[in-house]
């Protein structure tokens, strides 16, 4: 459908670009967060109204039977492209913390050695983790690996737009189904994704846990 051609190019994630101000993880998921449900919302409500339309148009001329396989190609065809939404915004994340991965990691002490030589180029960081005083320590305000946690879990919240997406033919008569085909929480993409993450944030934990 060439409907779909605005809406391909939207994903469920909103990534800062290098050099961008570091921010605090629960803003960093608050803007995820919120991107996903934008999204969502524009796919439920404009993106169904307009396919509802034009299926409106595409039935004067069918019978009941083509009707049915009508409404079953077109339910298809857009769960297919919700996934392929889901599969960029998974990807996109992907890349995104990719950047964080390096052959070798600076230590903490090289990074803050940096920061004051002019001609070295700044870390790339996108966080912002406050440290607070723990009776002689001094230790992250946020445990590192809930931090882990909460990064891997923007992945599940992009899969999570999939469900409930209504199909537009319950808008014309009652169906037996009500939404279209979400991609699930074990897909092979999810699974894959989630432990790239994760291996790549438990290398960044490590260095500055040493």
């Known amino acids: 459908m060439e409907l779909w051609q605005s809406y391909e190019n939207l994903l469920f994630v909103d990534l800062p670009g290098p050099r961008k101000e570091p921010v605090t993880l629960q803003r960093f998921t608050k803007a995820q967060h919120d991107k996903a449900t934008e999204v969502k919302s524009k796919l439920s409500s404009d993106w169904n109204k307009k396919v509802v339309d034009i299926l409106r148009k595409e039935l004067e001329s069918m019978d009941g039977e083509q009707t049915k396989i009508f409404f079953e190609s077109v339910g298809t065809l857009m769960a297919n492209q919700v996934r392929d939404l889901v599969t960029k915004s998974i990807n996109a994340y992907i890349q995104f913390i990719e950047r964080f991965q390096k052959d070798t990691y600076p230590t903490p002490q090289e990074i803050i050695k940096r920061e004051y030589d002019p001609d070295t180029p700044f870390e790339d960081n996108f966080l912002t983790l406050k440290l607070i005083i723990n ?44 939404h279209l085909w979400a991609v699930q929480k074990d897909d092979e993409i999810v699974k894959i994704a989630k432990n790239k993450i994760e291996d790549i944030i438990e290398q960044n934990i490590n260095v500055v846990e040493k």
């Open 135 to 178: 009776g002689p320590n001094i230790a992250f305000e946020n445990r590192l690996h809930d931090v882990q946690k909460d990064l891997i879990s923007v992945v599940e919240q992009i899969v999570n737009q999939s469900q409930n997406l209504p199909r537009p033919e319950n808008t014309i008569a009652r169906a037996d189904k009500m």
